[in-house]
């Protein structure tokens, strides 16, 4: 594997044309080709789908991730050294309920680095774990403990959700000394979100019966939806301890919460930046 061959690799996933590849690497696009053909004759396998837009094969994920750590420690070293003013990027992927709440500490911490940029991609457990699979995401704030090849993993903290409504729904669905679970208007996040059917089940409403369902993508918006009355949802709790204080919200169970770990996934690679970036996020994780 040579550096021109990973490169031309690398430009051709990132701009999905072997001719856009040759624009950026400011060379032909026959030039391109010969690279990922020897790239390919000397692994014995494909390495990009000839499609539109291109796309890596498995095995061309294993080599984008390489040409990507690379190219991290290439700029590290020539930043060591003075010779670069280019930024440092640091390719992140984190959930929306961390990014509403704990990560912007990190960005505070980030903000304060010199000659470096943070790149986030906001996206659920299941896509997190394709973004690093891929290489094009270098670590991953995420609630699943399985490391994806060639990362590390590691518990950085956790989250508390804590099911909660207005007065006025709580009041108008109440069941007893509880609330009528299978009845009253409940929020999701997405397809992907679990922590609310989690709560039915534990109550006994079976997926196959779900109450009337909004589902609102935007982890500001859903709180806004919970605090408008549209349906019941589970907050993190740094969102709602000031509505519940002011009675704005009200919980559902004194004891009902569902805790979710934090984890953090990231390459494995001796590279200071990315140490660093790793020691900030256990400091700012929130810890349960």
Same mark, same amino acid.
């Given at each position: 594997?040579?550096?021109?061959?990973?490169?031309?690799?690398?430009?051709?996933?990132?701009?999905?044309?072997?001719?856009?590849?040759?624009?950026?690497?400011?060379?032909?696009?026959?030039?391109?080709?010969?690279?990922?053909?020897?790239?390919?004759?000397?692994?014995?396998?494909?390495?990009?789908?000839?499609?539109?837009?291109?796309?890596?094969?498995?095995?061309?994920?294993?080599?984008?991730? !390489?040409?990507?750590?690379?190219?991290?420690?290439?700029?590290? @070293?020539?930043?060591?050294?003075?010779?670069?003013?280019?930024?440092?990027? !640091?390719?992140?992927?984190?959930?929306?309920?961390? !990014?509403?709440?704990?990560?912007?500490?990190?960005?505070?911490?980030?903000?304060?680095?010199?000659?470096?940029?943070?790149?986030?991609?906001?996206?659920?457990?299941?896509?997190?774990?394709?973004?690093?699979?891929?290489?094009?995401?270098?670590?991953?704030?995420?609630?699943?403990?399985?490391?994806?090849?060639?990362?590390?993993?590691?518990?950085?903290?956790?989250?508390?959700?804590?099911?909660?409504?207005?007065?006025?729904?709580?009041?108008?669905? @109440?069941?007893?000394?509880?609330?009528?679970?299978?009845?009253?208007?409940?929020?999701?996040?997405?397809?992907?979100?679990?922590?609310?059917?989690?709560?039915?089940?534990?109550?006994?409403?079976?997926?196959?019966?779900?109450?009337?369902?909004?589902?609102?993508?935007?982890?500001? @918006?859903?709180?806004?939806?919970?605090? @408008?009355?549209?349906?019941?949802?589970?907050?993190?709790?740094?969102?709602?301890?000031?509505?519940?204080?002011?009675?704005?919200?009200?919980?559902?169970?004194?004891?009902?919460?569902?805790?979710?770990?934090?984890?953090?996934?990231?390459?494995?690679?001796?590279?200071?930046?990315?140490?660093?970036?790793?020691?900030?996020?256990?400091?700012?994780?929130?810890?349960?």
């Amino acid at each position: 594997m040579q550096t021109d061959q990973l490169r031309a690799l690398l430009a051709v996933v990132d701009e999905g044309t072997f001719e856009a590849a040759a624009r950026r690497l400011h060379v032909t696009p026959s030039a391109v080709s010969q690279r990922i053909k020897a790239l390919e004759h000397g692994l014995g396998r494909v390495v990009v789908r000839r499609a539109l837009p291109c796309e890596p094969t498995e095995a061309g994920e294993v080599l984008v991730r !390489l040409a990507r750590q690379q190219h991290l420690l290439e700029q590290e @070293a020539r930043a060591a050294l003075a010779e670069s003013a280019a930024p440092r990027e !640091l390719p992140v992927v984190v959930n929306a309920d961390s !990014l509403a709440t704990w990560f912007p500490g990190v960005l505070h911490e980030v903000a304060r680095w010199d000659g470096v940029v943070l790149r986030l991609h906001v996206e659920d457990e299941g896509h997190s774990h394709e973004l690093l699979r891929a290489g094009t995401v270098l670590g991953a704030v995420t609630s699943t403990p399985v490391a994806v090849q060639g990362c590390s993993v590691e518990q950085v903290g956790g989250m508390r959700y804590l099911p909660v409504a207005t007065p006025d729904l709580r009041e108008r669905f @109440a069941h007893g000394r509880g609330v009528d679970w299978s009845r009253m208007p409940v929020l999701q996040f997405n397809e992907h979100d679990d922590v609310q059917r989690g709560v039915l089940r534990r109550h006994g409403v079976a997926d196959d019966a779900q109450p009337p369902t909004s589902r609102i993508p935007s982890s500001e @918006a859903f709180a806004e939806a919970v605090r @408008a009355g549209l349906g019941w949802g589970a907050l993190p709790e740094a969102q709602c301890l000031a509505d519940l204080e002011q009675g704005r919200l009200v919980r559902l169970g004194a004891r009902e919460r569902v805790d979710v770990p934090l984890h953090w996934q990231a390459w494995r690679l001796r590279s200071p930046l990315v140490d660093r970036l790793t020691e900030t996020i256990r400091a700012h994780a929130p810890t349960r």
